[in-house]
């Protein structure tokens, strides 16, 4: 199947919505801390696909919840997403000069900063997660849950620690079972999290949620793939950095342990258990089916 049109103007708009919500979201300081907001918005601001965000719009969308209101949860992730990559980009992990075709935070800025940039991302995204607008809508109990949800897939068990893994496992032989570890960790949980944060927030049943979370790691691992593959095969210019660099850091990769043909078809897999996941949902789950083949499919 290939995208319609009609996708990509779903996704453009959302990606529209996600921008504007920022700017509301994440205030620019002035005075003497003003760098701060200016590096935070650096990166915010440098072309992210916002996949995260729209996650967690298209998961409520699919139990019938409205986006709107969900606005500063969506930015809470993409703040998340954020400090991930300016920390994981500086030179004590894996000091990369380029993302999406710019100068890295710690090279547009310098390291002190960029170490600040992502502190500022991951505390505010705690601050919007407690958003008084989130509080008029929502009963407490589902906004705590939310909360118990996304630091979960954000820290201990879930984001950091899989970064914790990856990096110890640089350079090494890893196991199937270390690679899914790494994998599932460090880029499915957030992915999952964003999936079902919308979701509950809208009361959605347990066997929903308990759907959408499997669609979530399902399609959370199937992203991880595409990534390790684009590093293999992309194209540089679209990706905005330069190719090859997991091999040069022998990282742990899918196409490193099963080959390039191997790691395909087990995307192709994790695409179609994703949409299996879906089957119990009508039309509105139409974005999270498209959005599991955009994974899939994409270049960037
Ligand atoms: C530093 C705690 C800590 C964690 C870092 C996310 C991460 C863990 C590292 C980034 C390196 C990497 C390739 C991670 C896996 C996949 C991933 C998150 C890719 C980037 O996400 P996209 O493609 O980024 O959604 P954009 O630029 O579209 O926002």
């Not at 196991?175 to 079902?196: D, M």
């Not at 593959?229 to 899918?254: C, F, Q, R, W």
């Not at 043909?261 to 258990?273: D, F, M, Q, W």
Request: hydrophobic share 45%; aromatic share 8%.
């Amino acid at each position: 199947m290939s995208l319609s049109p009609a996708f990509f103007d779903y996704l453009k708009a959302r990606q529209h919505l996600i921008n504007q919500a920022l700017t509301r979201f994440v205030p620019r300081l002035s005075g003497p801390a003003a760098r701060l907001t200016e590096a935070m918005h650096y990166s915010l601001f440098a072309g992210g696909k916002r996949l995260r965000p729209i996650l967690v719009l298209a998961g409520a969308e699919a139990v019938g919840g409205e986006p709107e209101p969900l606005l500063p949860v969506a930015c809470a992730l993409e703040c998340i997403h954020t400090y991930s990559l300016i920390h994981d980009d500086l030179p004590a992990m894996d000091d990369d000069d380029l993302r999406r075709g710019k100068p890295t935070c710690h090279k547009a800025f310098d390291e002190a900063t960029a170490i600040l940039a992502g502190d500022g991302l991951l505390t505010h995204a705690f601050r919007l997660l407690t958003h008084e607008e989130l509080e008029e809508r929502f009963p407490a109990a589902r906004i705590l849950a939310v909360i118990r949800l996304i630091s979960e897939a954000a820290g201990l068990f879930g984001m950091v620690a899989g970064q914790m893994a990856d990096l110890l496992a640089e350079g090494k032989k890893v196991s199937p079972e270390e690679l899914f570890f790494i994998h599932r960790h460090k880029t499915a949980a957030l992915i999952r999290a964003s999936v079902l944060a919308g979701a509950m927030l809208w009361g959605a049943t347990e066997e929903s949620l308990e759907k959408l979370s499997q669609y979530g790691w399902k399609i959370g691992h199937a992203f991880q793939i595409v990534d390790d593959i684009l590093d293999l095969t992309g194209d540089e210019k679209t990706l905005g950095k330069p190719v090859g660099s997991d091999l040069e850091k022998k990282k742990a990769t899918y196409p490193a342990l099963f080959g390039l043909e191997g790691a395909r078809e087990e995307a192709k897999k994790l695409l179609n258990e994703a949409l299996e996941a879906l089957s119990p949902f009508g039309t509105e789950a139409t974005p999270l089916r498209d959005i599991a083949y955009y994974v899939l499919e994409r270049k960037l």
